[in-house]
């Protein structure tokens, strides 16, 4: 029996469009291609799909700067196609949920062409313009997240427009009411057509004050959402969640608590940014330090332990991935991806698995600037060589922390197109589509996706993995992540050792059942023993 809301009791699954399926042989992944994945998804077990943007788009960000929100990118299928799937889906169990991308429209929007023709054209106002000022280069000193100054001259307006990503991705003007509301009708639009809810892209930036630097959390930030949540989704049965690079466990609560009707719940990135030089950028690379990932977590998992609702991730199309960064791809690549779905699995709150981490894809290391695709990489590669770097070096931040890693194709077979495409994939296939694939996988009872959907169908059959208390082990060794969840009648021990070198643990509680491990001979037995390397597991122990 489940109780609470259908996004506490699901595990979802993020879809790359562009790299998921393709269907004509065009190399570019497509609707038609995911519907014909439908029946892998069920198998499985997700509940939803938090689907990356399919709309009209040039992809200047693929699909992340959006030229109409209520058309679909011709590469990608018609609205038959969309809604088609949404249909398809729900017959599995399976909801859509939509990428939401309202920081920012496509410089091709109509609304951003109308409003770039004068300083009073209609439309004008939906963005944020700034006169120039004397003797200044531009507006003030914020910075674009794909490098360079965040304020780009429009000669003909003669003015300049504020874009937090590429110029192609001018930002909307929220504290503009007709901007919100075009918003909120464009949502019930997809609302009508049934879909689960929507994943909210940088929405934590959408109460910028630019003139006072202010940029995420603003003053109005809060009214924003709840204004929204009363226009659109407010009382329906549909799950929100906020992409939040800025959240704090107690931020999150003001977006996650039901009492306060904005979302469902928030993207956190705390624990993401914990192998990042503090105050550096995300190419400033430190080594991750475990108890630092252990306190972050934790820290998550009891202040949103009782108002609140956290979302649980390694992974997304912007990360690397997780095996590759964390874990070890190279000697303990099962052991390590093993690991982490099952530390991340039995953590309280909604976990989301990314396209191709339930088989354990691995980051594509590139050897030359050519190969790179992505903007982020490519305008920070020109930056930092024109500043004096070592190419090399700047090659080698791209390889461990670059967008592309994510994005290349879905692994499904061995084949030659790796069962992605027939034709010429549009980003480079990763060679081990050999070793790691969808058909291997599958067909293999110890594999890493035979243990993610044992995680999942552990979440569907167990109360205590959705709603059970959490509590870290305190007294371990520095390397050994062990948390218990326990409910009125039962309580689990997590135990996870991140590291290729044995620890020692002791096993205080008396065990009475194994319920998952990604070593064949896990042990009961209580009292000390060494964890192999990257062993976990968890066991039921007296309550
Ligand atoms: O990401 C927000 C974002 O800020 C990322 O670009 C992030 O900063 C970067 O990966 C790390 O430096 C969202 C989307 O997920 C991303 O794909 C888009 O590019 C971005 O918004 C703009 O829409
Ligand atoms: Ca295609």
Redesign the pocket.
């Given at each position: 029996m489940t109780t609470g809301k259908w996004w506490q009791n699901v595990v979802m699954y993020q879809i790359y469009p562009r790299s998921f399926q393709d269907s004509n042989g065009d190399g570019v992944g497509d609707i038609p291609g995911i519907i014909s994945r439908l029946d892998y998804l069920q198998q499985l077990g997700v509940g939803g799909i938090w689907l990356?943007p399919v709309y009209a788009s040039p992809n200047d960000?693929?699909g992340?700067?959006i030229s109409d929100y209520e058309a679909i990118m011709p590469e990608f299928g018609t609205m038959a196609d969309m809604e088609r799937l949404i249909a398809e889906a729900k017959a599995r169990g399976i909801r859509i949920v939509m990428d939401l991308?309202v920081?920012?429209t496509s410089d091709e929007h109509r609304w951003f062409v109308e409003g770039r023709k004068a300083k009073d054209a209609p439309y004008h106002d939906f963005y944020v313009w700034r006169d120039p000022v004397e003797g200044q280069d531009v507006p003030n000193d914020l910075r674009s997240?794909?490098s360079g100054p965040a304020w780009t001259y429009d000669p003909t307006v003669g003015q300049y427009y504020l874009h937090l990503?590429s110029p192609k991705?001018p930002d909307l003007n929220w504290a503009n009411p007709v901007v919100r509301h075009a918003v909120y009708d464009m949502m019930n639009f997809w609302i009508a057509k049934g879909i689960g809810g929507f994943r909210m892209?940088?929405i934590d930036l959408i109460g910028k004050e630019p003139d006072k630097m202010i940029t995420g959390n603003g003053p109005k930030l809060h009214d924003y959402l709840q204004e929204m949540n009363r226009n659109t989704f407010g009382g329906k049965d549909l799950m929100t969640v906020g992409?939040t690079?800025g959240a704090t466990p107690e931020n999150a609560k003001l977006f996650s608590d039901p009492a306060r009707h904005e979302l469902s719940m928030v993207f956190q990135f705390e624990h993401s940014g914990l192998d990042q030089q503090p105050g550096g950028?995300?190419w400033d690379l430190q080594p991750l330090a475990i108890p630092n990932l252990k306190r972050v977590l934790s820290k998550w998992q009891t202040t949103l332990g009782e108002r609140g609702w956290n979302s649980l991730f390694w992974n997304?199309?912007?990360?690397p991935r997780i095996v590759s960064r964390w874990g070890n791809d190279q000697t303990y690549h099962d052991q390590s991806a093993k690991l982490f779905a099952i530390l991340l699995h039995m953590m309280k709150g909604t976990p989301y698995i990314y396209q191709g981490e339930e088989i354990g894809m691995t980051n594509y290391p590139i050897t030359d600037a050519s190969e790179i695709d992505d903007?982020?990489s490519l305008n920070l590669y020109n930056e930092r060589v024109q500043a004096g770097y070592d190419p090399a070096g700047v090659i080698h931040s791209i390889n461990v922390k670059g967008?592309d890693n994510a994005r290349t194709p879905m692994q499904w077979d061995a084949n030659d197109g790796a069962g992605f495409t027939t034709g010429k994939p549009w980003l480079h296939i990763n060679p081990n589509h050999v070793q790691y694939n969808v058909a291997s996988e599958v067909a293999d009872a110890d594999s890493v996706w035979a243990t993610y959907q044992q995680l999942i169908a552990l979440r569907k059959q167990n109360d205590l993995v959705v709603w059970g208390d959490y509590a870290l082990l305190e007294d371990t060794a520095d390397d050994v992540f062990a948390y218990y969840r326990t409910d009125q009648s039962h309580r689990w021990l997590v135990v996870a050792n991140i590291s290729a070198e044995p620890n020692a643990f002791t096993l205080m509680d008396q065990a009475e059942r194994l319920i998952i491990s990604n070593y064949a001979d896990t042990a009961l037995t209580g009292g000390e023993r060494q964890l192999r390397p990257y062993e976990a597991f968890v066991v039921e122990v007296k309550a």
């Open positions: 990356s960000d693929n992340y700067d991308v920081n920012h997240t794909f990503f991705q892209d940088v992409e690079w950028e995300k997304n199309h912007d990360l903007i982020e967008r």
